[in-house]
Each structure stands twice: as structure tokens, then as C-alpha cells.
């Protein structure tokens, strides 16, 4: 079965930095792009960036440049978005999803990871 | 950067009812890359529609996409229970980069 698996929900403190993860199985990984969705209580999907684990080709949108790092581990099949100090307006759902260039389109999608920054 | 702006932002219907979303792009964009995607409260997006109008594997045929250029729509043909949800129009450009529209909401009227 085609999945990404994303890490769990996280509580953090303005300042704080961070790391969830998004890994891949029952495909060629190194052959996809993934892609990082965010979408904040109540709202819309934002695309982030996306990252290509073949060779760590990674484009962000010009909204996310410099906010957030996305890398990608491809011995484990598992790519990362990461905060070096969190802010409250990070409070959000990020969804990892396959990016299928043929269709131009995700076509799978992680379960979500609840990113909460409180003080 | 290309924007997509979604109309209406929430359409009230009933069951049976024929559903149309409106996709519309701030500049051209290929047929072949316009996306429609479904999310029901507490879960993830599901691809619909890709390609503008090609249904996503085991998507229902009441669900049709059409258009070109800078305007798209989503119909439902007849609106079963589980449908009422939040639809997005994505589109693709080069580089790769990606744009998601505002979303439309489908409640039950």
C-alpha cells in the first residue's frame, strides 16, 4: 500500500524549534516529489514547498522562503519540515503529500501533524 | 505567482441537488495542470479530479471537471450525503511550484 506516515501531534513554546517528519512507504520514494501543506484552524490550504528526495532538490513558496527548512533523508524514505523558533502563528495542521508530476497533482496524502505553539 | 480564487464560498444545497464550483485563475493556466480536491472535517485532502476533468482512481463519475484557460468548475451531478465537505482547485507551474484556491464549502441547506 502506497502511504505517508507523518510523526505526531506536537505542543511547543514560541521560540522553541522543531522537526516533524513525513515517511514514505510502498513506492519508489527517490521518484516523487513531496510536498508541505499547511493549513491553520479554520482555513485554507497553503502550499509551503516541496522537495524532491532524489537529490534534495527543494523549492519554496516565495510566502514560506526563510521561515521554515525542508530536507529530506532518502536511506529512510522520510522527508522533514523544520522551525528554528517557533511562533504562535505557526499553530497549524502541516500535511505531507506525493506530488505526481504526470497529473500535476498530489495524489497521496500523510494524515496531518497538529503543530500547537502556546506560551 | 498565480492566484485561484474560489466562487461561491459556500454553496447550500440539498441532497440530490446538482453542485457547480467555480475556479477561476488570475492568469492562464494549463488544462493539464488544474487540480480539484476534497476534504471532509478531521481528514486529510483527497485528490479528485486532475488534468482539469480526468476523475482520480475510485472517484465517483457523478463528479465531472471542466474548463480552460482561466476558468474551471467542479460539478457534482447529484449530491449524496457523504459530498458535503470543502472542495479545493490547485494548479501547477513550473519549477515546480503550486497555488491552492480559498476552497468552497457545500453544506447541507
Known amino acids: 500500500e502506497v502511504q505517508l506516515v507523518q510523526s505526531g501531534a506536537e505542543v511547543k513554546k514560541p521560540g522553541e524549534s522543531l522537526k516533524i517528519s513525513c515517511k514514505g512507504s510502498g513506492y519508489s520514494f527517490t521518484s516523487y516529489w513531496i510536498g508541505w501543506v499547511r493549513q491553520m484552524p479554520g482555513k485554507g490550504l497553503e502550499w509551503m514547498g516541496i522537495?524532491?528526495?532524489?537529490?534534495?532538490?527543494?523549492r519554496y513558496s516565495p510566502s514560506f522562503q526563510g521561515q521554515v527548512t525542508i530536507s529530506a533523508d532518502k536511506s529512510i524514505s522520510t522527508a522533514y519540515l523544520q522551525w528554528s523558533s517557533l511562533k504562535a502563528s505557526d499553530t497549524a495542521m502541516y500535511y505531507c503529500?506525493?506530488?505526481?508530476?504526470?497529473?500535476?497533482?498530489?495524489?497521496?496524502w500523510g494524515q496531518g501533524t497538529m503543530v500547537t505553539v502556546s506560551s | 505567482e498565480i492566484v485561484l480564487t474560489q466562487s461561491p464560498g459556500t454553496l447550500s444545497l440539498s441532497p440530490g441537488e446538482r453542485a457547480t464550483l467555480s475556479c477561476r485563475a488570475s492568469?492562464?493556466?494549463?488544462?493539464?495542470?488544474l487540480a480539484w480536491y476534497q476534504q471532509k472535517p478531521g481528514q486529510a485532502p483527497r485528490l479528485l479530479i486532475y488534468?482539469?476533468?480526468s476523475r482520480a482512481t475510485g472517484i465517483p463519475d457523478r463528479f465531472s471537471g471542466s474548463g480552460s484557460g482561466t476558468d474551471f468548475t467542479l460539478t457534482i451531478s447529484r449530491l449524496e450525503p457523504e459530498d458535503f465537505a470543502v472542495y479545493y482547485c490547485q494548479q501547477y507551474g513550473s519549477s515546480p511550484e503550486l497555488t491552492f484556491g480559498g476552497g468552497t464549502k457545500v453544506e447541507i441547506k
Open positions: 503529500a506525493r506530488l505526481t508530476v504526470g497529473i500535476a497533482a498530489f495524489d497521496i
Open positions: 492568469q492562464s493556466v494549463s488544462s493539464s495542470y
Open positions: 488534468g482539469a476533468s
Open positions: 522537495i524532491y528526495p532524489g537529490d534534495s532538490d527543494t
